[in-house]
């Protein structure tokens, strides 16, 4: 006969557990509502660099423009910049990180080229050194909702790397955010800078409510700024390529500030569905317990019962 004892302590183990997962559903949800907020907080900035750099992409012939971030060379070695979360418990958010830039890597090398890489994260960052891979930079400890001054400070290792001609080709491995329950691990390449590309596109900005009492994500269109070429009787004070060289360096940060905070949404929206699913499945297993726990009660109270009658009659 089971024990009762062990079966309440068991479904109060269990209780405690769902507390704790339904706790850590909570806070992944309202950091989600900060990053939502730092994306629409940051667009004014991104929205004005796209407008400056489509007047001066007007006003300039790229092709005639020789800046260390526009000049494609020679491909040799490339920079993976892979970003990944410093915690588990979301899911399968870091193994599809890791599994699509170690894909990129084997890629790579078949083509006959060399890969480094620069790390974001303690997850990744411990799978590739027990791999032996060629590190350059690691970067741990971020803030869950990224800040500028973290993109700056990547962004200027990666500058370091592909001005040094250590990499050709930087190239950047980060989990595209979709919805609450879905996610895209994807490459994008970062230097050097396509010219033809600093153009503003339509961005999307994703906002995190409540629908019949469970959380859901809106995504709309964000509007492209109204880009127009600078007036032609505009006067520099600077040379046009200073003006250039100076604004490619903060859309570089810009576009890495992007996609940490994409990262970042998919991690807290893979934990969120995680702890999710962790506290459901605490509750279905506190009513299976419990249903047991009942049953094995009756049981142990009709055997009392029968032995009391059983008793009597031997007495009688």
Same mark, same amino acid.
């Given at each position: 006969?089971?024990?009762?004892?062990?079966?309440?302590?068991?479904?109060?183990?269990?209780?405690?557990?769902?507390?704790?997962? #339904?706790?850590?559903?909570?806070?992944? =949800? =309202?950091k989600?509502? @900060?990053?939502?907020?730092?994306?629409?907080?940051?667009?004014?900035?991104?929205?004005r660099?796209?407008?400056?750099?489509?007047?001066?992409?007007?006003r300039?012939?790229?092709?005639?423009?020789?800046?260390?971030?526009?000049?494609?060379?020679?491909?040799?070695?490339?920079?993976?910049?892979?970003?990944?979360?410093?915690?588990?418990?979301?899911?399968?958010?870091?193994?599809?990180?890791?599994?699509?830039?170690? /894909?990129?890597?084997?890629?790579?090398? =078949?083509e006959?080229?060399?890969?480094?890489?620069?790390?974001?994260?303690?997850?990744?960052?411990?799978? %590739?050194?027990?791999?032996?891979?060629?590190?350059?930079?690691? %970067?741990?400890?971020?803030?869950?909702?990224?800040? *500028? &001054?973290e993109a700056?400070?990547?962004?200027?290792? +990666?500058? $370091?790397?592909?001005?040094?001609?250590?990499?050709?080709?930087?190239?950047?491995?980060?989990?595209?955010?979709? $919805?609450?329950?879905?996610?895209?691990?994807?490459?994008?390449?970062?230097?050097?800078?396509?010219?033809?590309?600093?153009?503003?596109?339509?961005?999307?900005?994703? @906002?995190?409510?409540?629908?019949?009492?469970?959380?859901?994500?809106?995504?709309?269109?964000? *509007? /492209?700024?109204?880009?127009?070429?600078?007036?032609?009787? !505009?006067?520099?004070?600077?040379?046009?390529?200073?003006?250039?060289?100076? +604004?490619?360096?903060?859309? +570089?940060?810009?576009?890495?500030?992007?996609?940490?905070?994409?990262?970042?949404?998919?991690? +807290?929206?893979?934990? !969120?569905?995680? !702890?999710?699913?962790?506290?459901?499945? *605490?509750? #279905?297993?506190?009513?299976?317990?419990?249903?047991?726990?009942?049953?094995?009660?009756?049981? &142990?109270?009709?055997?009392?019962?029968? #032995?009391?009658?059983?008793? /009597?009659? *031997?007495?009688?």
């Open positions: 006969m089971p024990n009762l004892k062990e079966i309440r302590d068991r479904i109060q183990s269990v209780k405690n557990t769902r507390k704790i997962t #339904e706790a850590m559903r909570l806070v992944a =949800a =309202a989600v509502r @900060r990053a939502q907020e730092q994306v629409i907080a940051t667009r004014p900035f991104a929205d660099l796209a407008q400056v750099l489509y007047g001066l992409q007007t300039l012939r790229f092709e005639d423009v020789t800046l260390p971030l526009l000049r494609q060379r020679d491909v040799k070695t490339v920079g993976l910049l892979v970003v990944s979360g410093d915690r588990g418990l979301c899911g399968g958010y870091n193994a599809n990180v890791i599994r699509r830039a170690e /894909a990129r890597a084997k890629e790579l090398k =078949a006959g080229l060399d890969c480094r890489f620069v790390l974001i994260g303690r997850k990744a960052t411990q799978y %590739f050194q027990r791999r032996d891979q060629v590190i350059d930079a690691t %970067f741990t400890g971020l803030e869950q909702v990224p800040t *500028a &001054a700056s400070q990547i962004a200027d290792e +990666l500058l $370091s790397l592909f001005l040094s001609e250590t990499v050709d080709r930087v190239e950047l491995v980060y989990t595209k955010f979709v $919805s609450l329950v879905s996610s895209r691990p994807v490459v994008q390449t970062l230097l050097p800078l396509d010219a033809q590309g600093l153009e503003a596109q339509d961005d999307e900005i994703f @906002r995190l409510t409540t629908r019949g009492g469970s959380f859901a994500v809106e995504r709309e269109k964000a *509007a /492209a700024s109204n880009l127009a070429p600078l007036p032609r009787d !505009m006067i520099f004070e600077q040379d046009p390529v200073q003006i250039l060289d100076a +604004l490619l360096p903060l859309y +570089l940060n810009n576009q890495l500030l992007r996609a940490l905070q994409e990262s970042a949404a998919s991690e +807290l929206a893979a934990r !969120m569905t995680a !702890m999710n699913n962790a506290s459901d499945n *605490a509750k #279905e297993l506190i009513k299976t317990l419990t249903i047991g726990y009942n049953k094995a009660r009756q049981a &142990a109270i009709t055997q009392e019962i029968l #032995e009391v009658v059983g008793g /009597a009659n *031997a007495l009688g």
